[in-house]
Each structure stands twice: as structure tokens, then as C-alpha cells.
């Protein structure tokens, strides 16, 4: 475990016109009647506490009575475009009952929750900044991992649905303590596919607050799954193992469960199993996928320091030399994905043979 793996905090990266075609052609591009910078004219806010008294890294927004009204109206307007068909006649069915600012991490959020006031369900979405490098990893996200993503982008907004689970941190401390020899066991497995997945996709920062933990109740035990949340580091850092959630020490009780629950053929074995998986992903959306990895490869979301440092890394931890000719963080992406597909095509090769 290494204490400090980041390097400096991340710039944002504007949308060049060639992700704003693709943004189009793939029907993520909307208009909506309020924006990021609207949301900054709040007047006034309060720290936003948990159920244990702990302050959240958010603070409730406050608003002029003048304005509040209309920033609501047009905050469910954006809800129903992102969840339904963006009609207004179902607006007199919600109410926006907070607007919150976190001021913690690089994509600065509003998270807006809205509640059906027929039946008092509610969920949420963020409002952010748009940024090229979230918008990559997000749409990789959609394309490589088994779970599906809702965002959709308006000049220099960008407006994220909801992804509900036990955030990271919260699990690891309070919920893992309190499960059995399966359960745990588990998890050490969904942990070592969720590593590798990331390693595969280059999805850095992972640490234990920036994926949540999805129980689901089969019937007869529990299920889990390990999703990212946040997606502003995707190929941006040079340092190979910043893309390893393993070497965060946030997640160090989910390495020693690796340790203590899984033989190391077990765990070769899931990483075999998700890099197959991410493989058959690849295959089945080639067309999505050429057309997003064009535009990442002509596009500038990292230094050149990071690039070349990354691409000698991967050199020495897969034996490939094609990462020498990477000139950008698209073209790094786009040969640690052809190794992977490679690979997977040979070995399903070899066992027809």
C-alpha cells in the first residue's frame, strides 16, 4: 500500500466537436432550461448532516424566493427528461425537496432530489460540470461494464442519474463486520473482478468512497455487486497502479479479504472470468465502441508526461511493445482493450481446436 498514489488534482478537459457528434449520434446530447452555473447563484446554505451526526462534504442550497420557483419548475423539467419523455403535464406530480452543493472532489455536484407527491417515492440526480474525461468514463462504463448508464450533456452541463448503493467507506465499516464466512467470501470475489475491471478500462481513483456495494436478495443468500460512482479519472494519471483499486489503502480491509477468502487460483480464475466478460462486451458493441475510442484518440485529457509514463508501465506489465506507439490516452486505451480482446479470441480459439 503506497499513502499517496495521486498527483496533482486534475484539470477539467472541455468536448471537442468530435465527442459532441458522437454525444448526438447516441442521443446524449439534450437542451434543458437550467445549467451548472444557474445552480451556483445560491444565496445561502447549511452543512448537511448523516444519521450519526457527521458532517457529509454537503452543504443545502438556498435560494431567493424570485428565483427559487423557476429553478424548481425547471429542475423537474430535467428530471423528466432524463427518467421519462420530458412532458410537463406529469410536473404538478413532483416536488424538488433539497438542492445540494459538494464542494469535495474534482466535479463539484449539485445533487437534487426529487419526490413523487402522490406516493412519497423519491431519487435523485447531479447536476455537474461537463468534462471530457468524465463523459469518456462514463460512456465506457455503459459499454464495458455490465451496468447501464443514464447521463445526458447541454453545453457545459452535465446531468448524471442516480446510483443507488452502500457507498464504499460506509460498507467497509459498517455492514462487512457484520457478515458471514459466504457473504464475505463473496465480496472478495466481486472486489477482484471490480479491480480488474477498472485495470482493464484504466478507471483510476477507486478509493473506497467513490464505488458503492449492491446487495441483492437471491433466495437463499445475498448477492453483491461493486459499481463506480465517480468516473473524472478515467485515463488521466500516470501511474499504472492508480488504475488498481488494490493499492489504495481506503481499500485495504477488501484486499485482506481477498487474502484470507480466496486461494490464488480462485482469484486468477475471476480475473480470467471478467476479462472474457469485458472481451464478449467489446465484440458485441464494436460499432459504439470504434466510434467513442476515434474521438478519445484524437482528444487531449492528459499530459504527455502521464501518457508516456503510463504506456512504459504497460509495456513492462503485459509484454506488449504496440504501447510504444501510443501518442495519447485514447490510443493507450485502445491497445490495453485490443490485448484484451486478443487474448480472449486465442484462448476461445484454442478450445474449439
Request: aromatic share 12%.
Given at each position: 500500500?503506497?499513502?499517496?498514489?495521486?498527483?496533482?488534482?486534475?484539470?477539467?478537459?472541455?468536448?471537442?466537436?468530435?465527442?459532441?457528434?458522437?454525444?448526438?449520434?447516441?442521443?446524449?446530447?439534450?437542451?434543458?432550461?437550467?445549467?451548472?452555473?444557474?445552480?451556483?447563484?445560491?444565496s445561502g446554505s447549511i452543512v448537511v448532516y448523516d444519521k450519526n451526526d457527521d458532517d457529509t462534504l454537503w452543504v443545502r442550497c438556498y435560494y431567493p424566493d424570485y428565483e427559487r420557483e423557476e429553478i424548481d419548475r425547471s429542475l423537474k423539467k430535467v428530471y423528466l427528461i432524463l427518467?421519462?419523455?420530458?412532458?410537463?403535464?406529469?410536473?404538478?406530480?413532483?416536488?424538488?425537496?433539497?438542492?445540494d452543493y459538494c464542494t469535495f472532489g474534482n466535479s463539484k455536484p449539485f445533487r437534487i432530489k426529487?419526490?413523487?407527491?402522490?406516493?412519497?417515492?423519491?431519487?435523485?440526480?447531479?447536476?455537474?460540470?461537463?468534462?471530457?474525461?468524465?463523459?469518456?468514463?462514463l460512456e465506457f462504463e455503459h459499454i464495458l461494464s455490465p451496468h447501464r448508464i443514464?447521463?445526458?450533456?447541454?453545453?457545459?452541463?452535465?446531468?448524471?442519474?442516480?446510483?443507488?448503493?452502500i457507498p464504499g467507506d460506509v460498507f467497509i465499516k459498517d455492514e462487512l463486520p457484520e457478515c458471514d464466512y459466504?457473504?464475505?467470501?463473496?465480496?472478495?470475489?466481486?472486489?477482484?473482478?471490480?479491480?480488474?475491471?477498472?485495470?482493464?478500462?484504466?478507471?483510476?481513483?477507486?478509493?473506497?468512497?467513490?464505488?458503492?456495494?449492491?446487495?441483492?436478495?437471491?433466495?437463499?443468500?445475498?448477492?453483491?455487486?461493486?459499481?463506480?460512482?465517480?468516473?473524472?479519472?478515467?485515463?488521466?494519471?500516470?501511474?499504472?497502479?492508480?488504475?488498481k483499486p488494490q493499492f489504495f489503502k481506503e481499500n485495504y480491509k477488501m484486499v485482506k479479504l481477498v487474502e484470507r477468502h480466496l486461494?490464488?487460483?480462485?482469484?486468477?480464475?475471476?480475473?480470467?472470468?471478467?476479462?472474457?466478460?469485458?472481451?464478449?462486451?467489446?465484440i458485441t458493441s464494436q460499432k459504439r465502441f470504434r466510434m467513442l475510442i476515434r474521438c478519445m484518440i484524437k482528444d487531449k485529457i492528459s499530459s504527455r508526461e502521464n501518457v508516456l509514463q503510463l504506456r512504459s508501465e504497460l509495456v513492462d506489465y503485459t509484454r506488449?511493445?504496440?504501447?510504444?506507439r501510443a501518442k495519447t490516452m485514447g490510443h493507450i486505451l485502445k491497445t490495453a482493450l485490443d490485448f484484451?480482446?486478443?487474448?480472449?479470441?486465442?484462448?476461445?480459439?484454442?478450445?474449439?481446436?
Open positions: 500500500m503506497e499513502k499517496k498514489l495521486m498527483s496533482k488534482k486534475k484539470p477539467s478537459f472541455p468536448i471537442n466537436d468530435t465527442l459532441n457528434k458522437y454525444l448526438s449520434d447516441f442521443s446524449r446530447k439534450t437542451k434543458i432550461p437550467v445549467s451548472y452555473e444557474d445552480l451556483l447563484r445560491f427518467h421519462s419523455d420530458g412532458k410537463s403535464a406529469q410536473l404538478d406530480y413532483l416536488n424538488v425537496d433539497a438542492i426529487v419526490r413523487n407527491v402522490l406516493n412519497d417515492n423519491f431519487t435523485y440526480f447531479y447536476i455537474k460540470k461537463a468534462d471530457a474525461s468524465r463523459i469518456y468514463g443514464n447521463f445526458l450533456v447541454y453545453k457545459d452541463s452535465l446531468i448524471e442519474e442516480h446510483i443507488a448503493g459466504h457473504a464475505k467470501a463473496e465480496i472478495a470475489k466481486q472486489f477482484v473482478k471490480f479491480n480488474e475491471r477498472c485495470t482493464l478500462r484504466l478507471l483510476g481513483d477507486m478509493r473506497s468512497y467513490n464505488y458503492v456495494v449492491i446487495p441483492t436478495h437471491d433466495f437463499d443468500h445475498v448477492d453483491y455487486k461493486i459499481r463506480a460512482i465517480d468516473f473524472d479519472q478515467q485515463s488521466y494519471e500516470g501511474n499504472l497502479k492508480v488504475y486461494e490464488e487460483a480462485s482469484i486468477q480464475q475471476y480475473v480470467l472470468e471478467e476479462r472474457s466478460q469485458v472481451a464478449k462486451r467489446l506488449d511493445i504496440k504501447f510504444k484484451v480482446k486478443r487474448n480472449y479470441l486465442e484462448i476461445e480459439e484454442d478450445s474449439y481446436n
